[in-house]
């Protein structure tokens, strides 16, 4: 069985910010002119324009009149309660897109706002610092360079966790009932869409690794396919685990392209009533079509349009989908921009499957159960501390577990003398010096054999290879 090149998202996730990239989310993007026009009276606004005029009159200090205005608009935005909806002001608005078409520097992940703390809120970029800090979907981030961030604005994390290549930031994060500390540094973040090679002893299963429904992806899916036959391939997998969504128009052509015409592609509505369907077309796929067995993976970190390609797939072309439950996206947001180029993102309707079932917090299931060890998602062990005899912490019980998954016979929450003889015995096999204790070195050095070995051993990719050659 080949030995699966996957990035590890669920193990080592990364981490850019919601302002840069598409965070899940499906979306399509609009003109302008959606804000030329608005049913409001002069009366309906009367409060906003008195409280404008009394806080420029009488406010005890000078206030900017584009900050009042750009804060009326982030308010109206969060009032909505609606992660996936914001506000964003021009340079937000220009990494947001500029995401989506190349190359950035950052850490990468995605933020959003919950419960007045900034939050991971999806996957990952592929490759990226933060892949290796060990950040997951959900964690929380308590500080940023030691300065809390309970209370702030999404732009103001953003800006904080944001900086030059080369630079670093230490994030202090909260997990479940877990706190760490992961130090980052930053890099400019490569966005490739897709990757996709022959299977190393299957040479008749082509392996195509979709990390985001980008603007070209589409065009990339169809040129990996061509490619992959010519190779010899007969058959695919579609691997869209840790992949976040994008655009709208990408997913329902790529899912075309292994649905018979006519066949539906993914439904649209609002709480009251179905309001459209998308289906299998040659006008959406060129005629291009992928008939040969095809099996999808996915995990909980594959959103929004990676949820709606699996749906399709599942629903509309019996293709198996193994992995674990996604995320649980059922929403669908457009972006519409104002003249001085800021933008708003907002939630405009939900999407149903081809079936009619909104999966929105319960996630596509799989036709094939399958997930990773336990250990793939254990948090990071610090890197700013020295562990050794005698401590007593969850880090230390952690560090028992990813010693357990290297074979070292350890277990508890103490530091003991089994711990520092499995330390030793770990360190004199990788060249490093026999302390028994564990500086940045020895976890860097442990953590990097957990994810060889996870690599190695992708129970969840083998399961589809099995599907496809049984």
Known sequence: MKNKKISLKSFIISLVLVALISGGLVYWVTSSEFFQSSSLSQNDLYKVHALYNDIQENYYEDVDDEDLIEGALEGMTDSLDDPYTSYLGKQEAGEFTESLSGDFEGIGATLTIVDDLPEVSEAPVKDSPAEKAGLQAKDKILEVDGKKTEGKDLDSVVQTIR?????TVKLAVERDDENFDVEIKRDTIPLESLDYELDEDHQEVGSIEIASFNENTAEELRDAIKDLRKQGAKSFVIDLRQNPGGYLDQVEEMASMFLADGKTIVQFGTDEEITGKSKASEKLDGGFKVNEPTTVLVDKQSASASEIFAAALKESANAPIVGTNTFGKGTVQSVSDF???SEVKMTVQKWLTPKGE??????????????????AYLPPLPKDETFE?????????????????????TKGDEFNDKTAQAVKDFQGEHDIAQSGSVDKKTSTAIEQEVVKKIQNSDSVYKKAIEELTK
């Open 163 to 167: 900086g030059k290549k080369g630079s």
């Open 339 to 341: 003249s001085d180029d």
């Open 358 to 375: 909104w999966i929105n917090e319960k996630g596509v299931e799989p036709t094939i159960e399958a997930d990773l060890p336990g250990y």
């Open 389 to 409: 005899k005698g401590d007593q912490s969850d880090t230390v019980k952690n560090l028992h577990k990813f010693l357990q998954a290297l074979g070292y016979d």
